[in-house]
């Protein structure tokens, strides 16, 4: 009896032991087939990081990208503004520069015409003479313009008026010219003064 009993708790174990077996087989296939699915999963991994982020995290990596602009503009155009004044600082400089040196050659000759003791008078008008053209050209170079209105209707803008006499000729016409007026461009220096002509 103890051997049937035996027997039969031995065929129960070896019966548990296959059939611990078997779902180890089954789990075997269950797990080539989790293989798939993990396959799968490694493919959700590799997609890119900007899918799976979410609206806030992409809202905030574009905040900071267009500050990050703003800030890149910003300096550029204090650069840029920088970089005028510079140049407007270089250009009167140099404009002054340019101008001064076309008066050198007139205080040069005043200079030689001071010295002269001679007592000539026609050396020192001709002198005189050849400064003045000297300074002419140095204004001309300068884009310094003589206003030299007689003859010409009276412009408020480039003229001022001294004093009005009756004349023949139209009225508000320069007779004379008592101080001639300068101008840059269309910008006054000083006006001319004249004398204009007033109805009779």
Do not use: C
């Amino acid at each position: 009896m103890f051997a049937s009993a035996f027997n039969f708790i031995k065929s129960k174990v070896t019966g548990m032991t296959q059939q611990e077996q078997a779902p180890t087989e089954q789990t075997e296939v269950k797990n080539n087939e989790g293989l798939d699915n993990l396959e799968a999963f490694d493919s959700i991994e590799e997609e890119p990081l900007e899918s799976t982020m979410s609206p806030t995290a992409a809202l905030e990596e574009q905040v900071a990208l267009l500050k990050d602009q703003l800030l890149r503009t910003h300096a550029e155009m204090e650069n840029v503004r920088r970089r005028a004044s510079e140049d407007v600082t270089k250009a009167h400089k140099f404009a002054i520069e340019k101008f001064a040196d076309g008066l050198l050659p007139v205080q040069e000759s005043l200079e030689k015409a001071l010295a002269d003791n001679s007592g000539d008078l026609n050396t020192l008008r001709e002198g005189v003479e050849l400064t003045f053209k000297q300074l002419s050209t140095a204004l001309e170079k300068g884009g310094i313009i003589v206003v030299d209105p007689k003859g010409e209707t009276f412009d408020p803008h480039f003229h001022q008026a001294i004093s009005a006499i009756p004349s023949e000729l139209p009225a508000n016409t320069v007779i004379d010219v008592l101080q001639k007026g300068y101008k840059i461009a269309d910008r006054v220096l000083r006006p001319a003064l004249v004398v204009v002509s007033a109805q009779s």
